[in-house]
Structures are given as C-alpha cells and as structure tokens.
C-alpha cells in the first residue's frame, strides 16, 4: 500500500520561503513521476509542479522561477522549495504519484496548509 505524508506546511509573509516535503512509503517502484496540486479557498485544485523518473521537471507557469521541485531517492522523499511567495500561493498543498502503468495522479497525500500574508 502507497502512502503519501507531506509536512512543511504553515504561515508565513509575502516575499517569504517554505520548503514542503513528501515522504513515501510502499511500492514505489512502480512509479514513473511525484509531484504537488495545490487548492485554494474556492477553487479547483491546480497542477504545481511534478518530478518524472527521467529526472525532468514540470511547473505551472505561476510559479516558474520561484518553487524548485526535487527528489531524494535514499530518503524517498520529493520537496517543494518555495520563494518568493505570494497571497495567491495560498492553499492547501498535496503532494501525488503518478502509476507507470496508468500514467495518472492515482495517490494522495493527506495535504498541507499554505497560508501567505499580505
């Protein structure tokens, strides 16, 4: 059984820095990519970022140049650097795994709260 456990989470001002990380346990060898959705207050969840076993990265265009996702395979942990942060950047943070074999977010991690200040 997959298990996903995010921390990191918390308050902090605008222009500030968090790091969020995700820690994994179960099969995942069989999987081909990790990475973070994000849902704030009232809106849909959003694509953040993503690390694919090829060693690639993807981000959403907002927050390109300040959140790098990265991977420690000893530690089976993937983080979330996050600088330069903003109001919107609010919300609730899960991270994901991607399945080789079906190629789609299929788990969750419980979620972590993102709360910037203006």
């Known amino acids: 059984q997959v298990q996903l456990v995010e921390s990191g989470g918390g308050l902090v001002q605008a222009g500030g820095s968090l790091r969020l990380s995700c820690a994994a346990s179960?099969?995942?060898?069989?999987?081909?990519?990790m990475g973070w959705f994000r849902q704030a207050p009232g809106k849909e969840r959003e694509f953040v970022a993503a690390?694919?076993?090829?060693?690639?990265?993807e981000y959403n265009d907002a927050v390109k140049g300040r959140f790098t996702i990265s991977k420690d395979r000893a530690k089976n942990t993937v983080y979330l650097q996050m600088n330069n942060l903003k109001p919107e950047d609010t919300g609730v943070y899960y991270c994901?795994?991607?399945?080789?074999?079906?190629?789609?977010?299929?788990?969750w991690g419980q979620g972590t709260q993102v709360t910037v200040s203006s």
């Open positions: 179960g099969r995942m060898a069989s999987f081909d990519a």
């Open positions: 690390k694919r076993t090829s060693g690639s990265s």
């Open positions: 994901v795994a991607s399945r080789v074999r079906t190629h789609a977010w299929d788990y």
